[in-house]
């Protein structure tokens, strides 16, 4: 079966650095990868998706690339600050139609003043 | 802006209860999701449902589960007889259309299961 790793399960980096966090997984590429942001005892709120046709996809200070080879994706944050602190969950979608979701056990990100 | 809701934000009850959750999705959505996190894990998918039936359900959605859209606005999850390991945050979602892969996801039901 998919399996989801996201390799650091805590990154503790400095306000104004680049923050990268990683997601792996094993098996088959799914049509769409997705990145959310969990804050403690809230429900998961969407960022961004990237299709496996697509290498790279940019929302303002927020960056995911894509690589099916590696069978990995990378999101970043630059010029990060303490409200980005969070958890970002890494979630595979399978599927060309609107289903279910696979979510990895997330990285905790803290961003120090 | 519109938001999906869940109530109760916290739900205790008895072993062997049933419960329902409820939740109303965004209005214009037409696929709507369980999932549920216990304490410290993942998110897992329970069900999803759509045009007034579940498309896919996970191995947890055993025969103890079930979810039912009783009018034009809420969505309902209800397990029948509850145990111990059924104590999780239950988040409800909904997404646009079937080539909208945003989900938008509620606040959460807190299950606590004594």
């Known amino acids: 079966s998919q399996k989801i790793e996201q390799n650091s399960e805590a990154l503790n980096i400095q306000e104004g650095k680049t923050a990268t966090l990683t997601c792996n997984y094993t098996?088959?590429?799914?049509?769409?990868l997705q990145w959310y942001r969990q804050d403690p005892g809230r429900g998961p709120v969407f960022l961004l998706l990237?299709?496996?046709?697509?290498k790279e996809k940019r929302k303002e200070r927020l960056k995911v690339t894509f690589d099916t080879t590696l069978k990995q994706s990378l999101f970043h944050i630059t010029a990060s600050q303490p409200a980005d602190s969070a958890t970002y969950l890494c979630?595979?979608?399978?599927?060309?139609?609107?289903?279910?979701?696979?979510f990895g056990s997330g990285t905790r990100l803290s961003i120090r003043p | 802006e519109p938001e999906v809701t869940q109530t109760p934000s916290h739900q205790v009850t008895q072993m062997g209860q049933e419960v329902i959750l409820r939740c109303v999705p965004i209005s214009n959505h037409l696929y709507f999701y369980w999932y549920r996190q216990i304490l410290g894990q993942k998110v897992e998918f329970l069900v999803s449902f759509y045009n007034n039936e579940i498309s896919e359900k996970s191995e947890i959605f055993d025969d103890q589960f079930s979810v039912e859209r009783p009018d034009g606005s809420n969505f309902t999850l209800k397990i029948r007889s509850t145990k111990l390991e059924d104590s999780a945050m239950y988040f409800c979602?909904?997404?646009?259309?079937?080539?909208?892969?945003?989900?938008?996801f509620g606040p959460g039901t807190r299950l606590t299961v004594l």
């Open positions: 990237i299709r496996e046709n697509e």
């Open positions: 979630a595979l979608d399978m599927r060309s139609s609107a289903s279910k979701i696979i």
């Open positions: 979602a909904s997404s646009e259309a079937e080539d909208s892969h945003e989900q938008f």
């Open positions: 098996n088959y590429s799914p049509a769409y």
